[in-house]
Nanobody, 123 residues
Framework: VQLQASGGGLVQAGGSLRLSCAAFGRTFWNFVMGWFRKVSGKEREFVAAVNWGGDVTYYADSVKGRFTISGDNAKNTVYLQMNSLNAEDTAVYYC?????????????????WGQGTQVTVSS
């Protein structure tokens, strides 16, 4: 089972990026797919999650209204559309997956992780 994150880069404040997380090795239907981010010296921070199959989404307060998580079942891929980016969004972003659960913000509860993709927002 493998998750492959992509789409990071350098963007100016106020700009947008779309991250992708492609899943290989199994279908993630009925799984929770999450996005987390980490800044050096800080703990991993929950960003967003979706109960794939139920289309229930969860967001951290810091990104609510700016970020949107969605999934494409046919492509086995989850996306994180990030708008109105600011310098505080600069981090390495990781996607993760676990069987369907109501617990979505705890990174330790996730079974599968992708490699990180760097997002840098210049002010």
């Amino acid at each position: 089972v493998q998750l492959q994150a992509s789409g990071g880069g350098l963007v100016q404040a106020g700009g947008s990026l779309r991250l992708s997380c492609a899943a290989f090795g199994r279908t993630f239907w009925n799984f929770v797919m999450g996005w987390f981010r980490k800044v050096s010296g800080k703990e991993r921070e929950f960003v967003a999650a979706v109960n794939w199959g139920g289309d229930v989404t969860y967001y951290a307060d810091s990104v609510k209204g700016r970020f949107t998580i969605s999934g494409d079942n046919a492509k086995n891929t989850v996306y994180l559309q990030m708008n109105s980016l600011n310098a505080e969004d600069t981090a390495v972003y990781y996607c993760a997956a676990k069987p369907r659960s109501t617990v979505y913000a705890n990174p330790d509860s996730y079974h599968y992780w992708g490699q990180g993709t760097q997002v840098t927002v210049s002010s």
